[in-house]
């Protein structure tokens, strides 16, 4: 199957802060996904991004297919903002160990 | 509009005991999947189908069993539970071929003492 690797595995911020986390994967995909495991374990859709750029409030994603990566930006972090954040590539969508996300007041 | 619903939530089982959890979806799509997640990974695909009546396993398939006699559910079998299957399970659903947006549901949390 494909290999996905996310960075950081860990990330805490000071509310207010900017981040970005990355999504690298082993092979040519049509699909990436990336999602938010709140706290409850419910695991949120955020983005359908198999290519290019998208954004959705705080939250924006770009994928460089070429290049077999994603990142996902989170500015102004806010407490809800944390989780899990899991990206997924491929026709059954291959998950990524995820990078914990930890918003600090 | 419920989207992907998954029953139990919670359940416990004795090692050797059977269960089935049910997912049902009502966006009318043609693949369903069944994944696990266990303490600090991602999810793992254990079957999925892309259409009534198709089965195909995934990446972790050993000790469970799938069936998709309707299209708007996917039930996935355990017929004889065992300590290793305890694990949060998801089920989840896209359009078409697999190369659209997947939704999940809410997870059914599995304990086999």
């Known amino acids: 199957g494909i290999q996905v690797e996310q960075s950081p595995p860990d990330l805490i911020l000071q509310e207010g802060a900017n981040s970005t986390l990355r999504c690298n994967f082993s092979d040519s995909v049509n699909n990436l996904q990336w999602f938010h495991q709140n706290p409850w374990g419910q695991l949120i859709n955020l983005f359908y991004i198999p290519s290019g750029t998208k954004q959705n409030g705080r939250l924006s994603a770009t994928t460089v297919a070429t290049e077999r990566y994603s990142l996902l930006y989170i500015s102004s972090s806010q407490t809800t903002d944390s989780g899990v954040y899991f990206c997924a590539v491929g026709g059954n969508l291959f998950f990524g160990t995820g990078t914990r996300l930890t918003v600090i007041p | 509009n419920a989207g992907v619903t998954q029953t139990p939530k919670f359940r416990v089982l004795k090692t050797g005991q059977s269960m089935t959890l049910l997912c049902a979806q009502d966006?009318?799509?043609?693949?369903m999947y069944w994944y696990r997640q266990d303490p600090g990974m991602g999810l793992r695909l254990i079957h999925y189908?892309?259409?009534?009546?198709?089965?195909a396993k995934g990446e972790v398939p050993d000790g469970y069993n799938v069936s998709r006699l309707k299209k708007q559910n996917f039930l996935l079998g355990l017929e004889s539970a065992a300590p290793s299957q305890t694990s949060v399970y998801f089920c989840a659903s896209s359009y078409a071929d697999g190369y659209t947006e997947a939704f999940f549901g809410q997870g059914t949390r599995l304990t086999v003492v």
């Open positions: 189908s892309v259409g009534e009546g198709t089965t």
């Open positions: 966006m009318n799509h043609e693949y």
